[in-house]
């Protein structure tokens, strides 16, 4: 079990330019959580996904934000025109359908840093 | 709002002592409740949790107690070691068990040789 994969790992815009965070969870899970890590801070969260659907969006800014888990593919984190204050770590989660026990199984991260 | 408390922030001990970290949460619903270990430049990752219909579990050198009255929990580190230290976050599932997890903020733990 390859565990969560996220790409990239790092990443870098300058002020202005499109931010895509990918994130693919394990293997037979369909529950898909993206939560933000500012540096020597905690983890946010943001949005709540099952496959083609958003489940719970409360911790997304309501602008420049989306995110996305199409039937095929990853899930996808999507920051338009990007600002300073948007350098993070973004980190993808991803939890079990069946006989859930709670537990996220995170990803290494994508650290997203804003010039 | 619905919240979870973590308390200390930054906690340095001697190798050898024990490590204790508190966490409050807000919603009466809450039923799972995971610690995390993250290491510098790491993942998170789970190294215990308990769930609403258990008071305390244990693992070796780590263990949670849990207060649903009081709704607080606590991780517990015995006998620390150097290789200990890393940031630790508590964990609770608010918003009606929707099972979005909501962190502390997080205890920096330093044991010192």
């Known amino acids: 079990n390859a565990g969560v994969m996220q790409n990239p790992r790092h990443l870098v815009r300058r002020r202005g330019q499109e931010a895509r965070l990918r994130c693919s969870p394990m293997?037979?899970?369909?529950?898909v959580y993206w939560y933000r890590q500012l540096p020597e801070e905690g983890l946010k969260f943001m949005v709540y996904?099952?496959?083609?659907?958003?489940?719970?969006e409360s911790g997304m800014p309501k602008e420049r934000f989306s995110a996305e888990f199409p039937k095929e593919g990853p899930s996808i984190l999507r920051i338009q025109q990007v600002v300073r204050g948007d350098s993070a770590a973004y980190f993808c989660?991803?939890?079990?359908?069946?006989?859930?026990?709670?537990?996220?199984?995170f990803g290494e991260g994508s650290r997203l840093t804003v010039l | 709002g619905e919240n979870v408390e973590q308390h200390p922030s930054t906690l340095s001990v001697q190798e050898g002592d024990s490590a204790v970290i508190k966490c409050t949460y807000s919603?009466?619903?809450?039923?799972?409740f995971p610690w995390y270990k993250q290491e510098l430049g790491k993942r998170p990752q789970l190294i215990i949790d308990?769930?609403?219909?258990?008071g305390e579990k244990k693992d070796q050198r780590i263990a949670v107690t849990l207060n649903k009255t009081a709704k607080h929990f606590s991780l517990h580190i015995t006998e620390t070691q150097p290789e200990d230290s890393a940031v630790y976050f508590c964990?609770?599932?608010?918003?009606?068990?929707?099972?979005?997890?909501?962190f502390g903020s997080g205890t920096r733990l330093q044991v010192q040789p």
């Open positions: 989660a991803s939890s079990q359908e069946i006989g859930d026990t709670g537990e996220l199984f």
């Open positions: 293997k037979g899970h369909s529950h």
């Open positions: 996904l099952q496959k083609e659907n958003i489940i719970d």
């Open positions: 919603d009466s619903a809450s039923n799972y």
């Open positions: 308990i769930r609403s219909n258990v």
């Open positions: 964990a609770a599932t608010l918003r009606g068990g929707r099972r979005a997890l909501t």
